[in-house]
Nanobody
Framework: QVHLVESGGGLVQAGGSLRLSCVAS????????MGWYRQAPGKQRELVAV???????NYADSVKGRFTISRDNAKNTVYLQMNSLKPEDTAVYYC???????????????WGQGTQVTVSS
């Protein structure tokens, strides 16, 4: 299995910044794409940003130019730098990894427990 642990969430004023981290551990053979999703109260979970093993990135339109996703393959870690935060960015942010474990050649999707980000106006 793959365990994902997020950190870095918190309360910040509008216009501020936060940096989220997510560390993957377990019987990992390889990690393909890693990404961040978020879910606000009463809304569906949505993709925020994703980064492939080759460091290609994709962002939701709502965060382009404000958020930056990066990864450290040696540390099995993905980051999300969030700048110019807005109240509408308030949500629980979840880390996701598409990974292969040593006991199974087929890749699977794994999720972290989530970290709360609250942006006050």
């Amino acid at each position: 299995q793959v365990h994902l642990v997020e950190s870095g969430g918190g309360l910040v004023q509008a216009g501020g910044s936060l940096r989220l981290s997510c560390v993957a551990s377990g019987s990992i053979a390889s990690i393909n794409a890693m990404g961040w999703y978020r879910q606000a109260p009463g809304k569906q979970r949505e993709l925020v940003a994703v980064i492939t093993s080759g460091s290609s990135t994709n962002y939701a339109d709502s965060v382009k130019g404000r958020f930056t996703i990066s990864r450290d393959n040696a540390k099995n870690t993905v980051y999300l730098q969030m700048n110019s935060l807005k109240p509408e960015d308030t949500a629980v942010y979840y880390c996701n990894a598409n990974a292969t474990v040593t006991a199974n050649p087929w890749p699977g999707h794994y999720w972290g427990q989530g970290t709360q980000v609250t942006v006050s106006s």
